[in-house]
């Protein structure tokens, strides 16, 4: 029989085994780990059915920079794409922006799009106007938010298909700046998103939109990669994402025909649950259009990626 003492020794000793398989937050996995991960998420999900589905994250610059003059140009390119879902950033609510460019959509012959949109969080950002919003083809038939701090906020939707099934799609503006106070600041909302996205789960295909504010490499990115989420420009491109793939910052200017933006900063990330499969065919850095004096649509280019959702 153990005595007492060699019973505590017992304990400390499977704790201490224990506390050595908790990953740090340098050890979330990247790339190819974060498919593994997807996979296992709902591992007994099944599916019925498969659709195409094109998700694009826009960044609409709130209402700075001739924003009307803009918005002709950023609906020349929805129109031209044909998104079925659009995360947007940057939208001035207080200006009615989803519904002048619904509205202009419509009078290029394009279907409005249903919108979730929520300002930013606290007094000083619901004052500001601007928030975030979810442009969806198909109905949302659920709505939920996250604040996120700083003047932060992250959105959930699931959107029925037409096809009977349903799928959900979590968009989110991370904080800006640069130094490693920012970067644990958008990684602490990252966390909140992916939280987000966990709570309201029903093991149904994720779609995550984004101007993380951040690089592929970064803390808050690696979390969302540990979470599951697959950075599709990347899993199309690859390598050669890092040459391709840059979106910020784009110069608003007359006369500004040649753009070289430096960072990728945008991203469309989707989730599998189980057989439920999001699996990025293609994807493509848009909304480079400008009118005739060399002015762009927006201070961002724009992301599309088109998805095989399982349902």
């Not at 000083?124 to 938010?145: A, C, D, L, N, Q």
């Not at 808050?220 to 990669?225: N, P």
């Not at 599709?232 to 070289?260: C, I, M």
Request: aromatic share 8%; hydrophobic share 35%; net charge neutral.
């Amino acid at each position: 029989m153990l005595s007492m003492g060699q019973r505590w020794l017992g304990v400390l000793a499977a704790l201490a085994v224990a506390g050595c398989g908790v990953s740090t937050e340098e050890e979330e996995p990247v790339g190819t780990d974060a498919e593994e991960i997807s996979t296992a998420r709902c591992a007994g999900t099944t599916a019925r059915a498969k659709a195409r589905i094109k998700v694009m994250t826009l960044n609409l610059r709130h209402d700075s920079d001739e924003w009307k003059r803009r918005f002709e140009l950023i609906a020349d390119e929805i129109d031209r794409v044909d998104p079925d879902v659009i995360g947007l950033q940057e939208i001035e609510i207080g200006a009615g922006q989803s519904g002048y460019l619904n509205g202009l959509l419509a009078k290029r012959g394009h279907a409005k799009y249903n919108v979730y949109e929520k300002r930013k969080s606290g007094f000083r950002g619901y004052f500001t106007g601007e928030g975030v919003g979810i442009m969806s083809r198909w109905p949302i038939v659920e709505e939920h938010h996250e604040d996120t701090g700083n003047m932060r906020i992250s959105l959930f939707a699931r959107v029925k298909h037409p096809n009977g099934g349903f799928f959900d799609v979590v968009n989110t503006h991370l904080h800006n700046g640069g130094g490693e106070a920012n970067d644990a600041e958008r990684l602490d909302q990252a966390k909140q998103t992916v939280g987000l996205a966990n709570r309201w789960s029903d093991c149904y295909a994720t779609v995550l939109t984004g101007d993380m504010n951040a690089s592929p490499t970064s803390p808050a990115m690696k979390h969302f990669a540990g979470a599951g989420f697959v950075d599709s420009y990347e899993k199309v491109h690859g390598a050669d994402a890092a040459r391709t793939g840059n979106t910020s910052p784009v110069v608003l200017r007359e006369g500004a025909f040649e753009q070289s933006p430096r960072r990728r900063i945008d991203f469309v990330l989707g989730r599998r649950a189980g057989a439920r499969v999001a699996t990025p065919l293609s994807s493509a850095v848009v909304l480079k259009n400008h009118d005739a004096k060399g002015f762009y649509p927006s201070d961002h280019f724009a992301v599309m990626t088109t998805y095989d959702l399982g349902f």
